[in-house]
């Protein structure tokens, strides 16, 4: 199978991914993004709707593995580790148009990494630089949400 060059804007990094994976990829981003649009939503709104999605993914404990980082493989296997969700939660706020950066940060000596989102709503009076985590809002590994044990996983179909 043909290998593609997938650009990851977080870390600057050429990796390579199959065909099938970065069209799988695409699609699956473009079809949320574009129920994410067709709510009319306020920023705020937005940005939380995205979160939501994102912090589905179960939280793998493979931290070494590129599949949990790169969005081609996180979105095909539905498993991530901080990058990965990091990455998902970047990608789809940059494509609605908001401004984001990824963060490092330490928990003892362990590198974590999230994100800083640029959000004004006038709705809700909002206009500033927030931080956000999915990981530590995402399923573990037996698909229960760390914050609420009811809550089904779905899928980026």
Known sequence: MQETK???????????TTQ??????????NNFLTYVK???LSP?????????????LEYSDNDDSLETRQ??????NGKAVCVGY???????LSRLG?????IESYIGNVSHM???VAIKDEKYGINGLYKFDPTFDSLDKDSQDRTSSDMNPVSWT
């Open 6 to 16: 997938y650009f990851d804007n977080i870390f600057q990094l050429n990796r390579t």
């Open 20 to 29: 099938e994976k970065y069209d799988n990829m695409e699609k699956e981003i």
């Open 38 to 40: 067709s709510k009319e």
């Open 44 to 56: 705020v709104e937005e940005v939380m709707l995205v979160y939501d999605k994102v912090k589905l």
């Open 71 to 76: 969005l081609p493989d996180i979105i095909t």
């Open 86 to 92: 990091t990455n998902l939660f970047n990608e789809c």
């Open 98 to 102: 908001y401004q984001t950066c990824a």
């Open 114 to 116: 999230h994100s800083l």
